[in-house]
């Protein structure tokens, strides 16, 4: 079945360091691939989406790059802030379920904290 | 408020006992998930209403589990005969159905403990 595996953590990094944090897929067909971030205290929200392969996902600095050719789609930060600090999950859907059904498959979640 | 609702936040019950999770979705979306995220693991999907109906239910882990959205906005999730292996925290997502770029709006979950 389709799956997900993201980079363990925790990661921590001080201020204005640069991020990534890495994501593969298995998956039949082509799904579209998101990160979806939690902050302390709310619920999951998208951070970014690519739904081809070559599309670039962008969003608050942050850029992941859907790679069909090594199954990837790594998130990168090029200056991380403190506010930064969260919960970040790779995910995919499933193309087979079709039409609006965006039954997602997720990474166990990388923890970031990100120091002054 | 203008996200999703989940209530409650947080439910301990013994083992064998019944359970309702409720959600309240964002108004003027069809389309409603349930996932469940035990410790340490990400969310893994359960059921994915379109209105009234559940479209796709593949998730439901055994018949213990169960769910509804009558009036095809708020969704009750009903555990049955509740096992310690039922602990986590359960999470409820919306998102406009036919129009969905792919975005799920989800709610801050409810965390369910069973002893």
């Known amino acids: 079945g389709d799956s997900v595996t993201q980079m363990e953590g925790p990661v921590t990094l001080s201020e204005e360091a640069f991020l990534t944090i890495n994501c593969t897929y298995t998956?039949?067909?082509?799904?579209?691939l998101f990160w979806y971030v939690q902050y302390p205290g709310e619920g999951l929200q998208l951070l970014l989406k690519?739904?081809?392969?070559?599309d670039k996902g962008s969003n608050k600095g942050f850029e992941a790059t859907y790679r069909k050719e090594t199954t990837s789609f790594h998130l990168e930060k090029g200056s991380v802030q403190v506010s930064d600090s969260a919960v970040y999950f790779c995910?995919?859907?499933?193309?087979?379920?079709?039409?609006?059904?965006?039954?997602?498959?997720f990474g166990k979640g990388t923890l970031l904290t990100v120091n002054p | 408020g203008a996200g999703v609702s989940q209530t409650p936040s947080n439910k301990v019950t013994e083992k064998g006992k019944y359970v309702e999770l409720r959600c309240d979705p964002i108004s003027g979306h069809t389309a409603l998930y349930w996932y469940r995220q035990s410790l340490g693991q990400g969310p893994e999907f359960l059921i994915y209403f379109q209105g009234t109906g559940a479209a796709d239910d593949s998730g439901l882990p055994n018949d213990r589990f169960f769910a509804v959205r009558p009036e095809g906005s708020v969704s009750t999730l009903k555990i049955q005969r509740t096992e310690r292996g039922d602990s986590a925290v359960y999470l409820c997502?919306?998102?406009?159905?036919?129009?969905?770029?792919?975005?799920?709006?989800f709610g801050e979950g409810s965390r369910l403990t069973v002893l």
């Open positions: 995910a995919l859907s499933d193309p087979r379920s079709g039409g609006s059904n965006y039954k997602l498959t």
């Open positions: 998956a039949t067909g082509y799904p579209s």
């Open positions: 690519a739904t081809k392969a070559d």
């Open positions: 997502a919306s998102s406009f159905g036919l129009r969905n770029t792919g975005e799920l709006f």
